[in-house]
C-alpha cells in the first residue's frame, strides 16, 4: 500500500502541476484554471501550478477592499475535508509527498523532543487563526488591502514550489530578491533539513490546512475504523504511526493523515480504512 500511495502522490504532483509551458518558460499560468482552488497546499507561483491554493485564495479575499469572506474557497476546503479529512495530506498533497521524499534519505532518523510532540500539533491551529485570518482581516493599508500573511512570512512551498523554480529559469528575479526572500529560504532550508530526521514536520507543526482537514478527521466520509474486540493491544500500529498517533485510542485523531501504516502493522486486522463509520451504521439498523 506505502508503494502504491507514494505512486498516487506523484500523480497529483504532477496533476496540479502539470503546466509544462510553465516549466520550460518561466510563466506562471494565469488562465480559467486559476479561478479553481485545488484541495492541497500548492503554490500559486509554481510555474507549473495549474490551479490556485486555498490557503492563499483565502488570504487573498479576505485581504481584499470590499470583500470579506469567500464562501466559495472555503466550502471547497470544506467539501473536501468532510469527504476525505486528512487523507488530503497523505496521499493528494504535493508538499507532504516532498517531505516523504525527503524522510526516506537514509540519514539517522531522531524522534522529537517529547515537549514538541506534546504541544508543537497546536502551533499550525495559531498559525491558521493568526496569520490565515487575524492579520490579513486586520492589517489593511489606507486602500483597504493587506498581505497574505501565511504565504508571504512563513509558506516554505512559496520559496520551494514558487520562488527558486522561477529564480532558476529567469536570472533577472535573482537581482531583486532581499530579506524577505533571505528569511523564507532560510526558513525553508529548514523544514527541508528536519523533514530528512523527522516525519512531516511542516505538516505536524504548521501547516494551516492540515490544521482545518485534522478538526473535519472526525466527520470525514474515510475513517480509520478500530476493532476493539480484535485488537491485542500489541501497540504495533503506535509504533508504525510517524505522526504521532496511538491509533488504537484515537483512531479519529486531528493528527491521522490515513497513511495506512498502522492497518499494515496490525498483526490482527483490527485496524481499516473505509468509507464510511461501520459501527455508526450498525446501531442505525439495530
Not at 107 to 112: A, D, I, P, T
Request: glycine share 10%.
Amino acid at each position: 500500500m506505502d508503494k502504491y500511495r507514494h505512486w498516487i502522490q506523484s500523480f497529483f504532483a504532477i496533476l496540479f502541476n502539470g503546466y509544462g509551458k510553465g516549466w520550460l518558460s518561466g510563466k506562471i499560468y494565469t488562465g480559467p484554471g486559476k479561478n479553481i482552488c485545488v484541495p492541497v497546499l500548492n503554490c500559486y507561483s509554481c510555474p507549473g501550478a495549474l490551479g490556485s491554493c486555498p490557503i492563499g485564495s483565502l488570504q487573498a479575499v479576505l485581504g481584499s477592499n470590499g470583500r470579506t469572506f469567500s464562501f466559495y474557497v472555503l466550502g471547497t476546503i470544506l467539501l473536501f475535508g468532510t469527504i476525505l479529512g486528512r487523507l488530503i495530506c497523505g496521499f493528494l498533497c504535493p508538499f507532504g509527498w516532498l517531505q516523504d521524499l525527503l524522510y526516506k534519505i537514509p540519514l539517522k532518523k531522531k524522534n522529537e523532543p517529547r515537549i514538541i510532540k506534546t504541544y508543537g500539533i497546536y502551533f499550525k491551529y495559531v498559525f491558521l487563526v493568526l496569520f490565515v485570518f487575524i492579520l490579513p482581516l486586520s492589517m489593511k493599508n489606507e486602500f483597504g488591502i493587506s498581505s497574505p500573511y501565511f504565504c508571504k512570512y512563513i509558506c516554505p512551498a512559496g520559496i520551494i514550489e514558487g520562488a527558486l523554480p522561477l529564480m532558476a529559469l529567469d536570472p533577472g528575479l535573482r537581482s531583486i530578491v532581499g530579506f524577505l526572500f533571505a528569511w523564507k529560504f532560510l526558513f525553508a532550508i529548514s523544514i527541508i533539513g528536519l523533514s530528512m530526521i523527522w516525519y512531516r514536520p511542516f505538516c505536524k507543526y504548521i501547516c494551516p490546512l492540515g490544521a482545518i482537514y485534522g478538526l473535519l478527521n472526525r466527520f470525514s466520509a474515510v475513517q480509520l475504523e478500530f476493532s476493539s474486540s480484535k485488537c491485542i493491544h500489541c501497540r504495533k500500529c503506535v509504533k508504525a504511526c510517524k505522526m504521532n498517533v496511538e491509533p488504537y485510542k484515537n483512531p479519529t485523531s486531528p493528527e491521522c493523515i490515513r497513511c495506512g501504516d498502522c492497518v499494515r502493522a496490525c498483526p490482527v486486522d483490527a485496524l481499516e480504512l473505509a468509507i464510511y463509520k461501520k459501527k455508526e451504521c450498525e446501531k442505525v439498523i439495530q
